[in-house]
């Protein structure tokens, strides 16, 4: 519920009366499970109501949380003695151990068995660009991410941190729509600044028209890196070939997906010469 689509919504606070909107309409009978703190007020709730979050907060969490070989394990706590034991998650990043307690947790009040539950978690290989890996050796990791909003991006970003805490980490940003860019160029600028390096290209405009005075220099000026900079599609590449690069994430929901292939390719090409 963090503000986004303010060129729908207007601001926060009407964005925040639509997700109510939306929860009222649950059938009494029905089920709601949310994260943990969110400022959902309701007039009408179901009688189920569950919350769950990474660790000890809500109902359902993650204990017990261990990386090894860059792979999650965890044990699901529920209400009452409810614990899964041991669930591996084989798709990377701690932001998507939340999202498996989340997908464990409706799995768990909807009456599925534990180990079914279990053995769902270790087969799930994620989906297409979220934390997708392109490349992936010792020597260069590429990751690929549809993430937009600066809350996805810094959780992308901190997970990449946890998995590899001594690499350089640079950034490939390509910011999407001019309302949100200038609704949220700080928060842009504040997500951005977790990594090493930025490349930002140009807005991805969508469905709008160009707003004056918006551009990706925007939330440019606002990072305090000191490897920043602006870059046009058709340069990207010729950029990389001269980048020192460890661990690469291209992150955006703009057509920032038509580079994944070329830079894919540009990277194993480095990496058997």
Same mark, same amino acid.
């Given at each position: 519920m963090d503000a986004d689509h303010l060129d729908i919504y207007g601001d926060l606070a009407e964005m925040h009366v639509a997700f109510n909107q939306f929860v009222s309409q649950i059938d009494r009978s029905g089920i709601l499970?949310?994260?943990?703190? %969110?400022?959902?007020r309701a007039a009408f709730l179901p009688k189920q109501? *569950?919350?769950y979050s990474l660790q000890e907060k809500g109902d359902f969490h993650a204990e017990n949380i261990r990386l090894q070989n860059r792979?999650? *394990?965890?044990d699901l706590k529920g209400p009452g003695k409810i614990r899964i034991a041991d669930i591996t998650l084989i798709h990377p990043g701690l932001v998507n151990v939340e999202n498996a307690v989340a997908a464990c947790s409706m799995a768990v009040i909807l009456g599925l068995p534990h180990e079914g539950i279990r053995k769902a978690m270790e087969n799930f290989s994620g989906i297409q660009r979220r934390f997708e890996y392109q490349v992936k050796t010792e020597k260069l990791t590429y990751i690929d991410d549809y993430a937009h909003h600066p809350q996805e991006i810094e959780a992308t970003i901190k997970s990449l941190r946890g998995l590899y805490p001594d690499k350089r980490l640079t950034g490939i940003f390509q910011p999407h729509l001019y309302t949100r860019t200038r609704d949220l160029a700080d928060e842009f600028a504040k997500s951005l600044n977790l990594l090493d390096a930025i490349i930002l290209l140009e807005? *991805? &405009? $969508?469905?709008?028209? &160009?707003i004056e005075g918006v551009s990706a220099r925007l939330i440019l000026d606002k990072i305090n890196l000191a490897d920043k900079q602006l870059c046009d599609r058709d340069s990207l590449l010729p950029l990389l070939k001269k980048t020192k690069l460890e661990? %690469?994430?291209?992150? #955006? $929901? #703009?057509d920032i997906d038509k580079m994944v292939e070329p830079i894919k390719k540009l990277l194993t090409q480095q990496l058997d010469s």
């Open positions: 499970l949310m994260k943990h703190g %969110l400022p959902v109501v *569950y919350t792979q999650y *394990y965890f807005i *991805y &405009p $969508a469905r709008e028209l &160009p661990v %690469l994430v291209t992150l #955006g $929901a #703009g």
